[in-house]
C-alpha cells in the first residue's frame, strides 16, 4: 500500500511524464523509474505505465489528426506493425520473468534514451531524403 506522499510522487511524475511525452515523448523514463523506486515490480510496473499512458498517446493522435491527412499509405503500414510489435512485446514481457526483466531494464533504458537522443538527426535524414525523392515508397 502506497503512502500519501508516495501517491504524491507518482501523480508528479504522471504529469512530468505526460508533459514530456507531448513534447517529445519518452515519459516512461519518468514514470517506469518512479514505480519501480516506489516498490512496485518491475514487470507490474511496466504493465500499469503503458496502461496508464495509452489514453495521453491516444489523446496526442487525436490532435494531430491534421498532420495523419494525407498520410493513409503510411498509417496502413505503421499502424499494423505497430500493433504485432505491441502485442509481441507484451507477450514476450509476460513471459520474461521479474528476474530477467530487471536485469534487462538498463539496457532498454539506455536503447530508449539513445532512440530520443538520435530522432532529431534521423528525422532531418528522412526529410532531406523524401526531399530528394528517394522516399521508398511511403510518400
Do not use: H
Not at 526531399?131 to 511511403?138: E, H, I, P, V
Amino acid at each position: 500500500m502506497l503512502t500519501p506522499l508516495q501517491y504524491i510522487l507518482v501523480a508528479l511524475a504522471a504529469l512530468a511524464a505526460g508533459a514530456i511525452n507531448a513534447l517529445a515523448g519518452g515519459g516512461t523514463l519518468i514514470t517506469f523509474p518512479t514505480l519501480t523506486f516506489l516498490g512496485i515490480p518491475a514487470v507490474a510496473a511496466n504493465v500499469t505505465n503503458t496502461v496508464a499512458l495509452s489514453p495521453g498517446y491516444f489523446g496526442g493522435t487525436l490532435a494531430q489528426k491534421k498532420d495523419l491527412l494525407g498520410q493513409g499509405k503510411r498509417l496502413w503500414l505503421l499502424v499494423p506493425a505497430g500493433a504485432v510489435g505491441g502485442v509481441i512485446g507484451g507477450f514476450l514481457l509476460l513471459q520474461t520473468g521479474e528476474k530477467l526483466f530487471k536485469e534487462l531494464v538498463p539496457y532498454l533504458i539506455l536503447l530508449a534514451s539513445g532512440l530520443l537522443a538520435i530522432q532529431d538527426p534521423v528525422r532531418g535524414w528522412l526529410t532531406r531524403r523524401m526531399a530528394a525523392g528517394k522516399g521508398g515508397g511511403l510518400e
